[in-house]
């Protein structure tokens, strides 16, 4: 007789977490740092190839991403918004999320605000900081290292995901190569902006390369069933999945 598994509890609630953007009116008249922390976020959720819960737990609330902490109270990228307004930095009082007029997502109806204060220290892309013990951030995060870290991130979740499925399925291969070829690329440039002396100001000539760099990322523009150029190789071209999207299929199939 076949075994029958159960939902745990835990499995059920990562399986059906939603996550959603509330409707706000951007109140900044001129192009604002926070803009590109909250456009990357938006993209993963939209191009669907992580589910919500890795996204979640591996991003949106990992330290290693960006941890915030009092002496009461901690946040990531996302802050539980019942404590934003104690989320201050002893530096200088001002707030690290806007609660004034806040960026919301719920969580299977929980309201978090998005990071919205950037320091505008010069300071490059640190592509190590991910294998450095996470620390409490006491001033804004540094625009650059923030957004580096959250692509390093989900590239990385998304090559373990590709990964376990290359066993039940051989057609995931190809997909994996370039998923991996394009994020060795992504982070071959990032040290090559990193060798020149740009100005690294949100403002500066550096920050606008970087967020071009990301901006020519294909797999982030992606949904499951587009198809991208496989500049990797000569094979052309290659469709793009999500790593649930396949693991469906193949469990179908069998």
């Known amino acids: 007789m076949p075994t029958i598994h159960e939902c745990t509890t835990q499995e059920k609630?990562?399986?059906?977490?939603?996550?959603?953007?509330?409707?706000?009116?951007?109140?900044?008249?001129?192009?604002?740092?926070?803009?590109?922390?909250?456009s990357l976020v938006d993209q993963?959720?939209?191009?669907?190839?992580?589910?919500?819960?890795?996204?979640?737990?591996?991003?949106?609330?990992?330290?290693?991403i960006i941890w915030i902490r009092n002496d009461m109270y901690e946040g990531?990228?996302?802050?539980?918004?019942?404590?934003?307004d104690e989320l201050k930095t002893k530096k200088n009082g001002f707030m690290m999320y806007m609660p004034s007029n806040p960026i919301v997502y719920e969580v299977n109806g929980e309201a978090y605000h998005l990071i919205t204060r950037i320091d505008s220290i010069r300071a490059k892309p640190n592509l190590?900081?991910?294998?450095?013990?996470?620390?409490?951030?006491?001033?804004?995060?540094?625009?650059?290292?923030?957004?580096?870290?959250?692509?390093?991130?989900?590239?990385?979740?998304?090559?373990?995901?590709?990964t376990q499925l290359v066993q039940k399925n051989d057609k995931v291969q190809p997909l994996l190569q370039y998923v991996?070829?394009?994020?060795a690329q992504f982070v071959k440039k990032v040290k090559e902006l990193n060798d020149y002396h740009y100005h690294w100001h949100p403002r500066g000539n550096g920050h606008q390369l970087f967020l071009q760099?990301?901006?020519?990322?294909?797999?982030?523009?992606?949904?499951?069933?587009?198809?991208v150029i496989d500049s990797s190789t000569n094979n052309g071209y290659i469709r793009v999945e999500s790593a649930n999207s396949v693991m469906a299929k193949t469990e179908k199939v069998l």
């Open 13 to 38: 609630h990562n399986e059906d977490m939603k996550i959603c953007k509330q409707s706000r009116i951007e109140m900044a008249k001129e192009p604002k740092t926070r803009m590109a922390v909250e």
């Open 44 to 64: 993963f959720l939209a191009n669907g190839l992580l589910r919500n819960d890795r996204l979640f737990n591996e991003i949106f609330y990992n330290k290693d």
């Open 76 to 84: 990531h990228l996302f802050a539980k918004a019942c404590v934003a």
């Open 128 to 162: 190590e900081r991910l294998h450095l013990e996470a620390k409490p951030i006491l001033s804004a995060a540094r625009v650059n290292d923030l957004l580096c870290s959250m692509v390093m991130r989900f590239y990385q979740i998304y090559l373990e995901d590709l």
């Open 180 to 183: 991996e070829y394009e994020y």
């Open 213 to 227: 760099l990301i901006e020519q990322l294909q797999i982030l523009k992606s949904k499951p069933g587009s198809v």
